[in-house]
């Protein structure tokens, strides 16, 4: 599978509805390359001081048969909501890194949900995903939650 769908061509089209709707959720390797913990915790701690990041998450756990409460992704911040740490999202809201003339962020820096979301003619509700919305990130930043609330915890408490 291809690492990238984007067609800024079709997007532009469309004028970029799906980023209108819900911003794409980055996975472990779009943060760190290299997924050491030390490494992870403060790239994911960078990423969410700069206010255009954010923690979601998946209620419940992910994971068919898993027992967690909650599960937390990282994700482009909400337009109105920057800076915050964590901020629950169930679509309708457009991400931060959307401006007038399309997403801010370079095709290679974007998250990977942005990055396998395939372009259909026709624009919103056409576009075919490449991945799981919301439960794929939330499965594969599943490793990694002890690092999510960490952050979560240190950045609230400074805030």
Not at 40 to 69: F, M
Not at 99 to 122: Q, Y
Not at 125 to 144: D, I, N, Q, T
Request: charged share 25%; glycine share 10%; proline share 8%.
């Amino acid at each position: 599978m291809p690492e990238v769908y984007l067609n800024l061509n079709q997007c532009q089209a469309c004028q970029n509805r799906c980023c209108e709707r819900y911003p794409g959720a980055a996975y472990p390797e779009d943060v760190a390359p290299v997924l050491r913990e030390g490494d992870l915790l403060a790239a994911v701690e960078a990423a969410i001081r700069t206010g255009k990041w954010c923690l979601d998450s998946w209620e419940g756990d992910p994971l068919e048969g898993g027992t967690l409460g909650e599960c937390y992704f990282l994700r482009p911040a909400i337009k109105g909501h920057q800076g915050e740490v964590f901020h629950p999202s169930w679509g309708g809201d457009e991400c931060c890194f959307l401006s007038s003339t399309g997403c801010e962020l370079l095709p290679a820096l974007r998250p990977r949900e942005c990055r396998l979301l395939e372009p259909k003619i026709g624009g919103l509700g056409k576009c075919r995903a490449h991945y799981k919305p919301k439960r794929g990130s939330a499965l594969a930043w599943r490793p990694y939650q002890e690092i999510l609330r960490t952050v979560r915890e240190t950045l609230e408490d400074k805030s």
